[in-house]
């Protein structure tokens, strides 16, 4: 059975879940008989929501900006997928959840550099990350023995700062797109042990890394496989690549309270056998003002950094071109992240945030990670300075990926312009260029249960402040998004 | 019979005269009514919210609230699809809400709007008045309803002020409107259809109106609210939230 024919299927199944889930309960009894099912006597019981989603997108691909190759960007994007969350109650103290989006997906007109100034299409071709696939975001079983103690085993997405856009203390999650909430489902496999007490918990986990994976189930955990993939991959160490955090939040003063400890050996990043400490605090301030504090303190740089020597003097050696040559430095490099939130009378809600990174490029890194792409591209290797969706998540359309220190983030979002429309934007600003995103949103709740979505992405590049000079061509972060702007239609229909 | 019931009332009115003013509730007894009827000590309630829009279309949200002994109230949407698996916490003076889409839970303020109606996270979330609001009596219109004229204690308050009329005869609420720091009128509410749930009196039915958008209202139905319900502490803490 092809991919197709199963999406197919489970489409059908979603529609006709729909119907059994719709049932009126009118008294507390009622819904706690559905829940136990007809029969009150059965201890097992589900739960059925989800959505069916479509998302088509232009961007407008402009190969001459970027250093970024653009022939794997397609200008047009469809993505439709059939999400289904379905939550299966054992008792009263333990429960399966899985919340599985089956994707189709697929993109046309591509296009590269014409060689004077200009683009040209070139041939329509496979492209690994926009075939079919299916997506388990949350995939567990909880298990909570006594009020105190809850057990969960499996994947699942796991928020412990309070930033609001980004959290630098999110060691575990695959990369969020902060220009769109919808998009930040996608967890990552754990064991979780987690004491919630009245006025603190206690949480401590242990996040073995996915290495391998087909449609989002795990191959080859933790450690890579011995042999080589059919496809010709290698393993490419022996080391066992692992996380444990532990987390102690506390209710104080009417402030929420995170301290958080993370010990990693080569955990989605180059960290071995390190440790590293995190903080954050989110209160309330004169009635209806938010403010948050996120900060996550290590000791050395897991971000890979260009060879000066490399860049500058011609002495190349592969291995270090481009690698954390900052791991084991001594210096500490905090993370911080500083905001605040309000709603105004007319409800229409404001978040401003500031996050800086300690390791991010100074300008002299940042003019060398330029460079080296510059000469990656001349020697036609495409997979430096491209950022996108994590293996395993749903696609997205924008990865922070911060590069360098100093970034300012602000969400504005006004519901009820006129009763079911709404309005948002989401500016991402790299303070050193004063480049950014700029990403506006027009949302329509046309029925209870569907919202037409219209989202812009427009990168800013045009602010001659700060850039860097490569070849005669002044480039900032943001200008290596090899487009001039992109448009997204989504129709998302809840069941 | 008559004789001895003349005489008793005599005897009452003449040798007892305080006891025929303690018949009249002081303020603070009435607003302590108002929160054993609106918010009981412990609770577990199936509500509706009915949001009419400038549209004259509406908007439906069905939910479960749980109130624990110490004040403290959760609630879960099952309606419509698209709110479905929310839920808010309110702890003492913070309120989250959990956003399903989004994996995890939002701080929230007392003085937002309860999922885009007209309600405020406060008017449901938040309903202790004894806590939150000096009270006196004021000089009522209708001599059937008392007037209370509330005035915030503090800023966590969902209002500045608030009239509320309650009922001579059940002491039950009958309206109420909610002013701004400004004196501006802010929401009006209408309390009516006063049912029997598991042996508590209460209007199952309050109309919220939006006085600075007049054409919008909201409803709150209660369809069914059981008490004295035994709940474990757990269930009112952050991390207990989407599980």
Redesign the interface.
């Known amino acids: 059975m092809s991919l197709r024919t199963s999406f197919q299927i489970c489409l059908v199944l979603l529609l006709s879940l729909r119907v059994v889930v719709a049932h009126a ?5 009622d ?1 706690d008989s559905s829940k136990k099912g007809d029969n009150s006597s059965k201890k097992v019981s589900a739960e059925v ?1 989800g ?1 069916v989603d479509n998302r088509i997108q232009y961007a407008h691909i402009n190969p001459n900006v970027s250093l970024v190759p653009t022939n794997n960007q397609p200008s047009i994007t469809e993505i439709l997928e059939g999400n289904i ?1 379905l939550k299966i109650n054992i008792g009263s103290k333990a429960f399966v959840y899985s919340d599985v989006s089956l994707i189709y997906q697929n993109g046309w007109l591509f296009y590269d550099k014409d060689g004077s100034g200009g683009r040209t299409r070139i041939d329509e071709h496979d492209v690994p990350t926009l075939r079919p696939t299916i997506i388990p975001s ?1 995939l567990y079983v ?1 298990v ?1 023995p006594k ?2 103690l ?1 057990i969960l085993l499996g994947k ?4 412990w700062g309070s930033g ?1 856009a980004f959290n630098p203390t999110d060691l575990i999650n695959p990369p969020k797109d902060p220009t769109d ?2 998009f ?2 996608a ?1 990552q496999w754990v064991a979780r042990i ?1 004491l ?3 006025k603190f ?1 206690i ?1 401590t986990l242990f996040a073995p890394q996915v290495l391998y994976q087909q449609n989002g189930l795990p191959f080859a955990i933790m450690k890579y496989p011995d042999y080589q993939l059919a496809d010709g991959t290698k393993p490419a160490d022996d080391s066992y690549h692992y996380l444990f955090a532990a987390r102690l ?1 506390m ?1 104080l003063f ?1 402030t ?1 309270i995170n301290l958080f400890y993370f010990f990693s050996n080569k955990y989605a990043d180059s960290f071995e056998n390190t440790s590293r400490f995190g903080i954050s605090l ?3 301030f ?3 003002y ?1 403010l948050h504090i996120e900060s996550l303190f290590q000791m050395g740089s897991g971000k890979n950094y260009p060879s000066h020597a490399c860049i500058s003097e011609g002495i190349c050696n592969p291995q270090t071109v481009f690698s954390p040559s900052k791991l084991s430095d001594g210096n500490i490099y905090p993370r911080i992240l500083v905001g605040g ?3 105004f009378r007319d ?1 229409s809600t404001l978040s401003v945030e500031y996050y800086y990174q300690a390791d991010g490029y100074s300008s002299l890194e940042f003019e060398d990670y330029l460079r080296l792409l510059s000469r990656a591209q001349m020697a036609g290797l495409t997979t430096l300075g491209q950022t996108g969706s994590a293996n395993g998540a749903i696609p997205q359309r924008f990865t922070f990926d911060p590069l360098r220190r100093h970034y300012l983030i602000l969400s504005y979002n006004k ?2 312009i ?3 429309f709404s309005i948002g934007a989401t500016l991402i600003a790299g303070l050193a260029d004063l480049s950014g995103t700029f990403s506006p949103t027009f949302s329509w ?1 046309a029925q ?2 569907l ?1 037409l979505s219209l989202f812009g992405f427009i990168p800013i590049r045009g602010i001659p402040v700060g850039t860097v000079n490569v070849g005669g061509t002044d480039y900032s972060e943001y200008s290596l998004i090899p487009m001039d702007f992109r448009f997204l239609f989504e129709a998302r229909a ?2 | 019979m008559f004789r001895y019931t003349a005489a008793l009332a005599l005897l009452l009115s003449l040798g007892f005269p305080s006891l025929a003013l303690a018949a009249d509730p002081t303020p603070q007894e009435l607003l302590k009514r108002y929160d054993e009827v609106m918010s009981p000590r412990t609770f ?3 509500m509706v919210m009915i949001a009419h ?3 004259d ?1 509406t ?2 949200y ?1 939910f ?1 609230a749980l109130k624990s002994e110490d004040d403290k109230i959760r609630t879960w949407f ?1 309606e ?3 709110a ?2 929310q839920e808010m916490l309110r ?4 309120m989250w809400v959990y ?6 839970a ?2 929230l ?5 309860f999922q ?1 109606g007209d309600f405020n996270n406060g008017d449901v979330l938040r309903v202790n008045y004894v806590a939150d609001y000096n009270v006196k009596l004021s000089p009522s219109e209708d001599d059937k309803l008392w007037l209370l004229d509330l005035t915030a204690k503090s ?2 308050a969902s209002y500045d002020r608030i009239k509320l009329w309650m009922t001579k005869d059940d002491r039950q609420p009958k309206k109420a409107e909610y002013y701004a720091a400004s004196g501006k009128l802010l929401r009006s509410a209408q309390f009516d259809d006063v049912k029997d749930f598991h042996g508590l009196r209460r209007p199952s039915h309050i109309v919220m109106r939006n006085e600075l958008a007049t054409k919008r209202f909201s409803e709150m139905n209660t ?2 609210m ?1 008490l004295n319900i035994d709940i ?3 269930k ?5 939230l989407g ?1």
């Open positions: 309960q009118e008294s507390l009894d819904l929501n959505y969350q949350e909880s909570s009020p105190w809850n699942k997405r796991i928020i609001f909430p919808n930040q489902r967890g987690e919630p007490f009245e918990t949480s939040y209710l009417n929420d989110s209160r309330y004169f009635t209806d938010e939130r309000t709603q409800e519901p009820k006129r009763d079911d709740n209870e249960w919202t809840y069941y | 577990d309630g199936l829009r400038q549209d279309t908007r439906t069905k479960r099952f419509p699809a698209a479905k698996g702890v003492e003076d913070n956003m399903p889409n989004l994996k995890r939002l701080r303020a007392s003085r937002e709007s885009g800023k966590e369809l069914d059981k474990p502490a757990q009112f803490v952050l991390d207990d599980r």
